[in-house]
């Protein structure tokens, strides 16, 4: 004796849970006369041997030949006109589901004006409603008895992140203008990823970037340009910088891997340069030996980081530091680094 279900209702459908089907396994026993109940937040859809038949939405109903033809067609034909036939019901949930969250797994790399190149990180939410019940359950949802957002979200996930991609791709100028533009980016990306949720039966009711973030190679990338910006002479900055790096490599104790490194790295424009400095020098040994402080002078950065200040003044750090803090050495600090002018430290000198 067939199992009558005289109530079809989903009434525990869970907040991640897009669809239910009644029975969950199997197609169930119903006839004329059974009560259909579909919450506010819900569609009713009854199937039969795999096609759609008729829909229902919010309220209570009864199974009649008035209100359910197309069952009841199917029913006079499968049964002879017996008012039991069997059928399922796939409970859609139409509330919109939020805080869906969205971020790259890969940084998206990308042209900058400014920096050349730079990759970046990206991070959101966003919410879907359920708009066409019908075609969600054809095409996704297929005879599964639950259906619940964790099974979709890596495929809307990276429709999202396909459509940001593109986004930045043909906009993007310089990785310095995101900040104002996560309004603009949202609605663009909004705008191309909607066509390909809605062939899906889903709407996608909003989308927010919530933020643009560089790697660690392009922040890294971004300070060295603040750096370059704060100290304002550029060929100060680069003397610095080929000083720091000839330092680093004359004080590697292997005296193999960084050394060589740098000989191999650096190519034709370092072996130049190293060929005018041996020039300077056997002209500078054939002539009479300049004065100490003279040639101390010269080889001191215009530059200097806290460190470089102590040993040219010949103190500690901390003295450095104190005469900083007491406003009687001027020093511009980027970061968490000191950058100390020549000239400063000269003029303090000879206070």
Do not use: C
């Not at 060589?260 to 424009?269: K, R």
């Amino acid at each position: 004796m067939p199992r009558i279900i005289d109530v079809v209702e989903a009434p525990n459908q869970g907040p991640n849970e897009l669809v239910v089907r009644v029975p969950q396994v199997g197609s169930g026993d119903f006839r004329l006369g059974s009560q259909v109940i579909v919450r506010e937040s819900q569609n009713a859809i009854f199937y039969r041997d795999g096609k759609s038949l008729d829909m229902f939405g919010p309220g209570r109903h009864t199974i009649t030949t008035a209100n359910l033809p197309l069952i009841s067609n199917v029913m006079s034909f499968f049964t002879g006109g017996n008012d039991v036939f069997t059928a399922e019901v796939y409970f859609v949930n139409m509330r919109e589901f939020t805080d869906l969250k969205w971020g790259t797994p890969q940084p998206i790399s990308l042209r900058d004006s400014e920096l050349g190149f730079a990759r970046v990180r990206g991070f959101g939410q966003y919410t879907i409603q359920i708009a066409e019940p019908k075609r969600f359950v054809d095409q996704i949802v297929g005879t599964q008895g639950l259906f619940q957002t964790s099974q979709i979200e890596d495929y809307l996930r990276n429709t999202i992140i396909s459509s940001i991609t593109d986004v930045l791709g043909e906009n993007m100028t310089s990785i310095f203008d995101l900040p104002r533009l996560m309004d603009e980016m949202g609605a663009a990306v909004k705008a191309k990823a909607s066509a390909s949720f809605a062939a899906m039966g889903i709407n996608l009711k909003q989308l927010m970037v919530v933020s643009i973030t560089p790697t660690d190679e392009t922040a890294k990338a971004i300070d060295e340009r603040a750096s370059m910006g704060a100290i304002g002479n550029m060929d100060a900055y680069l003397k610095y910088k080929a000083a720091r790096a000839m330092g680093d490599a004359a004080n590697n104790p292997s005296g193999s891997g960084a050394a060589e490194g740098v000989g191999l790295g650096a190519g034709i424009g370092m072996g130049a340069g190293m060929a005018g400095m041996i020039s300077q020098a056997m002209q500078s040994a054939s002539q009479p030996q300049a004065a100490p402080a003279a040639a101390a002078a010269a080889s001191t950065p215009g530059v200097m980081t806290l460190e470089e200040a102590a040993a040219y003044l010949k103190v500690s750090t901390a003295d450095v530091q104190a005469a900083i803090d007491a406003g009687e050495l001027k020093a511009k600090k980027i970061g968490s680094q000191y950058r100390i002018a020549k000239d400063a430290i000269d003029t303090y000198l000879s206070s």
